[in-house]
C-alpha cells in the first residue's frame, strides 16, 4: 500500500510498528486526507470524515495534532461524520471559537457534538458556553475545570518558553504519555501511537504552535468564568470520564467538574489513569457509544 512517508528520519520513527497497524493508518490517511481551509488569514489543517447524518466536532488534544487520535477518529467515524482540526497558532480563546464556528459554517454543519480529552476537553468546556445553541451534546474527557492557579504559573513562564530548547517544551506537552509508555498495555496500536506522537512532536509542531496552545489557556481563565449555573438552560446533555488514577483529575478535581456540571453523567473507570481510551478501550467506547445514541 506504499509508505507512509518519504521523509527517512520519520519513516525510522515507525520502524517497530505492526504491519497491521501501519495499514490501518495507511487506510485512513487514504481515505479522510487532510484539508486545509483558510479562516481568518490563518491556515486550518483539519480531517472531515464527512459520511454521516450527525456531526461530530473533536478537537486535538495537547499535541495540536488531530491525527495522533486516529484510532478514536477511525472509531467514530463509523457513526458520524467527524471533523476534527489541527490547532492553527490562536492565542485567544475568542479566535479558536469564532474560527471553530466559521470552519463548520463553511463545512455546512449547524448543530453538532464537541468531545474533547486532556487539552481538547478544555476547549469544549469554552465552546458549549459560546455557543449553546449548535452544541447538543458534549464529551469531556480526563480534564478538570479550567485551572486559574496552573494559568497564571503558564503567563509567569511565557518569555522563558520563547527561548527554551524545544526538547523541553516537548516534554512537557509528551507527559501525558509517558507513564502509558512504561505501563503494559495489551493493545495492537500502542506502537504506532507514539510513533504519531514523536511524529507530531519532532516534525510537525513548531514553536510558535506549543506556546499559542499555552497562551490560549491563560486567555481562558483570564478572560473567562465558568460556574455551575452557565449551562443552566442549555437543553443538551454531557458526558464526562476519568481514571480513578490520573495524577492530572484527581477526586478532589472530579468533585470540582461534578459540581461544575451536576446535569453530566459522570463515568470513572477503576485503575484508569489519563490513557483511559487504551487501559479500558471497549468499556470507553462502549460507554461514549451508548450516550452518543441515547
Known sequence: MGLLTSNPKIARLYDQVPEESLQRLRAFRQRYPMQTMTIGGRTWRFIDTREGESALFIPAGGTTIAEVS???LSHFAQRYRVISPDYPPIDTMQEFLDGT?????????????????SYGGWMVQSLVRHCPERVHKAVITVIGPPNPENSRQL??????FRVVPMFLLRAMISRSFSRLESSDIDDPDLELLW?????????RVKRG????????????????????????????????????????????????MRMLYPQAEMVVFEGGEH????????????????????
Open 275 to 294: 490513557g483511559i481510551g487504551l487501559t479500558h478501550k471497549q468499556a470507553y467506547y462502549a460507554a461514549i457509544d451508548a450516550f452518543l445514541a441515547g
Open 195 to 203: 510513533a504519531l506522537v514523536k511524529e507530531a512532536m519532532y516534525f
Open 101 to 117: 464556528l466559521q470552519l463548520l459554517d463553511r463545512l455546512g454543519v449547524g448543530s453538532f457534538t464537541a468531545m474533547g480529552g
Open 209 to 256: 504552535d506549543l506556546i499559542a496552545a499555552m497562551k490560549r489557556l491563560v486567555d481562558q481563565t483570564e478572560n473567562y468564568s465558568f460556574a455551575s449555573d452557565d449551562l443552566k438552560d442549555w437543553p443538551g446533555s454531557m458526558l464526562m470520564l476519568f481514571g480513578s488514577e490520573d495524577p492530572s483529575t484527581p477526586a478532589e478535581v472530579r468533585q470540582a
Open 155 to 160: 503567563a509567569k513562564m511565557m518569555p522563558l
Open 70 to 72: 486516529f484510532a478514536s
